[in-house]
């Protein structure tokens, strides 16, 4: 029993992190059709945003809490500065053009953030660990959890619920499903399309900054944190279908679930583990759980 | 007259000698998550000391400007992108930048790629960095050598360590990383505890992949299952990642953690690291350094230069920089004064030693292309009034007592075991 409580356990945080940046990525693919293979490079400058913020606020004197406040300010000012330069500055030259550039275009914008990265804040680790002693600590089946781990889990289904509601609950939101559904026809009904191409995009980094710098205060914060979380988060959205709210919800827990049972009862299946979940899916549903078959546009 | 010839030639062969130079390729990561830990602190030890070769203001025997008069012109190289990359780049320095020699190599599995392709184009290599023991045990090189001991040594020395500090253990748990160096340095401290401690018994076996970053399950797995003894040889982010998440669970009250290579984190961590964890630096490395002239000149070169002492990865490059300057100054002497080949330059640093920061490094292994060196191993205390993470207990291993004899493979020797160690 208490095994089984500790996987789940274990599933549901490590999925709860996944989905925070999944999310964003499957966003940025449902309103602007771009797979955005740089996601992982502003979690990254997420982190270093919070990692950032958290060291003024100490340096300010400000209470330990606040510094949950400055892992907040950081991901802001990452959707803030960045999310419309590249979208407006960047990725609005390729609309139009084939997908595969857009990825293209993206991969060389994940370099050279990776060295941008190097350039703003160096190569040496930054800890900021304040925030992760917060909560104290949990008790679940028979095992002491860090309670900042399983704060996450709250922040996932806030954000989850947040997006659903902001895009079927509001009227800014069914503007986004219109563009989503076709951009040409809402641009006909006299949505500003371009406006909401940079919203989208925003929400979406900050998602990721978000991701980045809630991670920030568990890691050392330094080059290379990028890579695995995007890899990831491209399997949960290819189980969940690629712009599917409530498919990188089931993506992230499928593949938390999984990875959680794996390390558990047969370690290493670990990375198996997710790609071979991510396959019996694919086989079943080529286009991911959630995502409709569409009709070819002629 | 004919002396006065002789003296004439002498002086050109000077003169060309002075603006001769020696083209050293730098292989190291410059970028991604071995960056901060191994490959920046090793390039930039490589800066300094090799400016100060070029200044000639290293100490003897070492003081000949540059390498035995030409300046040394440093090519630095990013090992980031994996092997097949690494192969590429490797080419692209001896082929395109001309380059007389390569110093490079973090990555075990960079190192197994980058080895076979030196020794095809028959160009020198020094790999100074990775650990797994099968370059040389695997295969035979004429033009490849590696200047530090292998993986081998800091798992025998942990688990000696263990045995001569009367620590106990009857069950062991695991954590390494998916790949060449996690799965060796396991092997190699399951096989000398079950020579040292019969009848322990291993339980937990984890590895998560390399850069994983998340080790919330892994820690649940480890305290599922409690076991006496931690074995590690996580490092860089992953380690620093690892510890930040398992101390508030209180993994190490709970467990004796040892980790085989972990010196490098303890200036970044501070006070975060918790007391009492048994660790090696692959090494006599940093905290655990010998006390001598050379070491005092090199931690202060380094110190002065960075604000922060040596640790492991730059202790490893200077040892291999001091190796290949002595190789090239005797090939050159072998060759009447004039810069030596690379078959020169190996034929040269083939079964030689040299005294390092770190202590002597003999080339004895391999048939003299593999290292071995003196280690030593501590245990983290924190010392608030310094700051600074110390290491206590520091016991020293001679050269002989940790690694195998020539001609005998690391693994068989422990399985064997350790059959002609030396240890007194």
New interface residues.
């Given amino acids: 029993m208490n095994t089984a409580l500790t996987i789940l356990a274990d599933g549901v945080a490590y999925a709860s992190w996944l989905f925070i940046v999944a999310l964003g990525l499957t966003l940025v693919f449902g309103v602007l059709k771009i797979l955005n293979v740089a996601h992982g490079s502003f979690y990254a400058v997420g982190a270093y945003a919070a990692a950032t913020f958290v060291a003024w606020f100490a340096t300010w004197g400000f209470a330990p809490w606040l510094s949950l406040i400055a892992l907040l300010l950081g991901s802001v000012a990452v959707a803030a500065l960045l999310a419309p330069l590249t979208e407006r500055g960047l990725l609005r030259v390729f609309y139009g053009r084939d997908e595969v550039l857009l990825v293209l275009v993206t991969y060389a914008l994940f370099l050279v953030l990776e060295d941008l990265m190097k350039l703003v804040w160096g190569v040496n680790p930054y800890f900021v660990t304040a925030p992760y002693g917060l909560f104290g600590n949990v008790q679940i089946g028979g095992q002491s959890y860090v309670g900042y781990d399983l704060a996450l889990v709250a922040v996932a289904i806030t954000c989850g619920l947040g997006v659903w509601w902001g895009l079927n609950r509001t009227r800014a939101g069914k503007v986004v499903l219109a563009v989503i559904h076709s951009a040409e026809i809402a641009a006909s009904m006299g949505v500003n399309v371009g406006r909401v191409y940079t919203f989208a995009f925003m929400f979406g980094i900050f998602l990721a900054a978000l991701g980045g710098a809630l991670t920030a205060p568990m890691i050392s914060v330094q080059p290379g944190v990028s890579v695995a979380v995007v890899i990831v988060s491209f399997a949960v959205v290819i189980i969940g279908g690629l712009g599917s709210i409530e498919g990188a919800a089931i993506g992230a827990l499928i593949v938390g679930m999984a990875r959680s049972l794996a390390v558990h009862t047969w370690p290493p299946a670990e990375l198996f583990s997710i790609y071979a979940a991510m396959a019996v899916v694919l086989i079943f549903r080529p286009e991911g759980l959630f995502q409709r078959v569409k009709a070819r546009r002629i | 007259m004919r002396i006065i010839a002789l003296a004439v030639s002498c002086l050109f062969a000077a003169s060309a000698s002075a603006q001769e130079t020696f083209k050293l390729g730098i292989v190291s990561f410059l970028?991604?998550?071995?960056?901060?830990s191994f490959g920046?602190p090793a390039v930039n030890g490589a800066k300094v000391v090799l400016e100060a070769f070029n200044k000639g203001q290293a100490p003897a025997p070492y003081n000949k400007t540059g390498f035995g008069g030409m300046r040394i012109e440093p090519v630095f190289v990013d090992e980031n992108g994996g092997a097949t990359k690494q192969v590429q780049e490797l080419r692209n320095l001896y082929d395109r930048e001309k380059v007389d020699a390569v110093v490079g190599y973090v990555g075990s599995g960079d190192c197994l790629a980058v080895a076979p392709a030196a020794e095809e184009m028959k160009k020198f290599l020094i790999l100074y960095d990775c650990g797994t023991p099968r370059i040389f045990e695997d295969g035979q090189y004429r033009y490849v050598f590696r200047t530090a001991s292998h993986a081998v040594m800091d798992n025998v020395a942990l688990a000696r360590y263990l045995k001569a500090r009367g620590i106990k253990f009857s069950t062991v748990n695991y954590i390494n990383q998916?790949y060449a160096w996690g799965h060796d340095s396991r092997n190699d401290f399951k096989a000398a505890a079950a020579q040292l401690f019969p009848g322990v018994k291993n339980q937990?076996?984890?590895?998560?992949?390399f850069?994983?970053?998340?080790y919330?399950?892994?820690i649940?797995?480890l305290?599922?299952q409690p076991a006496e003894l931690t074995h590690s040889s996580l490092w860089g982010?992953d380690l620093?990642?690892f510890i930040?998440?398992a101390a508030?669970?209180?993994l190490f009250k709970k467990t004796q953690v040892v980790f085989s290579a972990a010196d490098h984190v303890l200036p970044?961590?501070g006070d975060?690291m918790p007391d009492g964890v048994i660790l090696g630096a692959r090494g006599a490395y940093g905290l655990m350094s010998p006390k001598s002239a050379l070491n005092d000149w090199w931690w202060k070169l380094y110190s002065d230069a960075y604000k922060t002492y040596p640790v492991q990865a730059p202790y490893r490059m200077v040892q291999s920089l001091l190796g290949l300057k002595l190789a090239v100054e005797k090939a050159m002497a072998a060759n009447g004064g004039k810069k030596p080949t690379g078959e020169q330059i190996a034929a040269a640093l083939k079964g030689s030693e040299w005294e390092s920061p770190a202590g002597k490094i003999r080339m004895a292994l391999g048939d003299g292309h593999q290292a071995v060196q003196d280690t030593a191993i501590g245990r983290t205390k924190y010392d608030a009034a310094k700051k600074m993470v110390t290491l206590v207990d520091i016991q020293r291993f001679n050269a002989d007592c940790v690694n195998p004899p020539n001609g005998v493979k690391g693994e068989d020797w422990i399985k064997g075991g350790f059959k002609g160690a030396k240890c007194d």
């Fill in positions: 970028s991604g998550p071995a960056a901060e920046v998916d937990a076996d984890l590895l998560p992949k850069g994983a970053g998340q919330g399950t892994e649940s797995a305290l599922s982010g620093q990642a930040l998440q508030p669970r209180d970044g961590l975060r």
